[in-house]
Each structure stands twice: as C-alpha cells, then as structure tokens.
C-alpha cells in the first residue's frame, strides 16, 4: 500500500496568513493526488484534484501543486472559515489510501 | 443537486452484521462509482470499498475484505455495505462518497452527512 504522510500535523495561523501544507508519498503517484477539507462534524469536501485542479466553487485562494512524491497544498490568505482538517488522498493505485491530516486552527 | 444519504448505522456486537445503505439522488447515479469512507472517531479517513458504476468491479480495503461486501441497485439509486463478523475496530461514521468516474475508486465529489457504527461488547 501506498502510505501518505502529512506535515505538519497542526499549525496555529491568523487570518491573512499564508499557510503551505505538504504532502508525501511512500511512492511516485505521478499527479494522482487529491485534496479534502474537514470541518468538525461535517463530511470532508474535495478543494484539489489530481495536484493542481480547483474543484468547482472552491475559493482561488486554494491552490495545489506537486508531482512525484511531494505536494502542497497553500492557502494564500487563511480565511475564518478555512480553519479546519486537510486530508491528502493518492488515486494512484488500490487502496486509495489518505494522509493523516493536518489541523489548521486559530491562533 | 446531489444528495447521498446513508442509513442502517447502529450499535452490534462483536462478531455481528449491520447493512448500511445509501440513497442518491441529483445525478445519474448508474454513471458513477460509488465508494465507501470511514472515520473513527478522533481519528482520519480511511476508504473502505469502492463499485464501478455497472457493479461489474468491486474494489476492498484489506481490513475489510472477506468480511464486507459492496453492492448497487441503480434501478433504485442505492448503494449497500453489507457488513459481517464486525470488530471493535470497525467502530467508525460511514460515508458513502461519489466518485468523479465510472470505474473506480478515484477521487470522491461529493459525500453523504455519514452514518454512525459502534461495535461493542
């Protein structure tokens, strides 16, 4: 299996912060890396999709880059609503496997 | 607008069955995979099982395979995750999530609100 290791694993921002986000596979996945959202009690939410596309309604202050083993993912100006869970997902090959995510919250 | 909702979630037993289904509408449901995700609680996403959008190939994580088993009836727009000898470790909310193809598992558009099942002794 494919393992997925996030860094960091929380941070503290403040709004307007600019906030990077990695992502590493165990393997080269190509651009077969995806990225979710997750609010506390709420179902995750895809943002990024195969490294570096928006997925629909999703505010151009996300943006995702990468290929190979090592992504990003940045917010450019941390809004009050972006605080919340991030999880990293590869499509590359079964099992679709997920980092552990990374913590965004207020400082 | 798409909508899945999951059902079927509960308490059980060590070694005991639940089936948890999902309902879609909004979309043409028989044109997409469809996958299953789980959260334990506290904890991080893990994808469980994936079908292709005929239910000609099903797809499994190993912790679940040979005991859960992922089926679709598109004439009703339902996704079914039947479930058996369950473990404590299967304790987790249930997410049924669309995916963007019709093969699969790829990555996943759109989620259900979860359904919750506690495994117990």
């Known amino acids: 299996d494919i393992q997925m290791t996030q860094s960091p694993s929380s941070l503290s921002a403040s709004v307007g912060d600019r906030v990077t986000i990695t992502c590493r596979a165990s393997?080269?996945?190509?651009?077969?890396l995806n990225w979710y959202q997750q609010k506390p009690g709420k179902a995750p939410k895809l943002l990024i999709y195969?490294?570096?596309n928006l997925q629909s309604g999703v505010p151009s202050r996300f943006s995702g880059s990468g290929s190979g083993t090592d992504f990003a993912l940045t917010i450019s100006s941390l809004q009050p609503e972006d605080f919340a869970t991030y999880y990293c997902?590869?499509?590359?090959?079964?099992?679709?496997?997920f980092g552990q995510g990374t913590k965004v919250e207020i400082k | 607008e798409v909508q899945l909702l999951e059902s079927g979630g509960g308490l059980v037993q060590p070694g005991g069955s639940l089936r948890l289904s999902c309902e879609a509408s909004?979309?043409?449901?028989?044109?997409?995979?469809i996958n299953w995700v789980r959260q334990a609680p506290g904890k991080g996403l893990e994808w469980v099982s994936g079908i292709s959008n005929d239910g000609d190939s099903t797809y499994y994580a190993d912790s679940v395979k040979g005991r859960f088993t992922i089926s679709r009836d598109n004439s009703k727009n339902t996704l079914h995750l039947q479930m058996n000898s369950l473990r404590a470790e299967d304790t987790a909310v249930y997410y049924c999530?669309?995916?963007?193809?019709?093969?699969?598992?790829?990555?996943?558009?759109?989620w259900g609100q979860g359904t919750l099942v506690t495994v117990f002794s």
């Open positions: 393997q080269s996945i190509s651009s077969y």
């Open positions: 195969v490294a570096s």
């Open positions: 909004g979309f043409t449901f028989s044109n997409y995979a």
């Open positions: 999530a669309k995916d963007v193809l019709k093969g699969g598992p790829n990555w996943f558009d759109s």
């Open positions: 997902q590869q499509s590359y090959n079964t099992p679709r496997t």
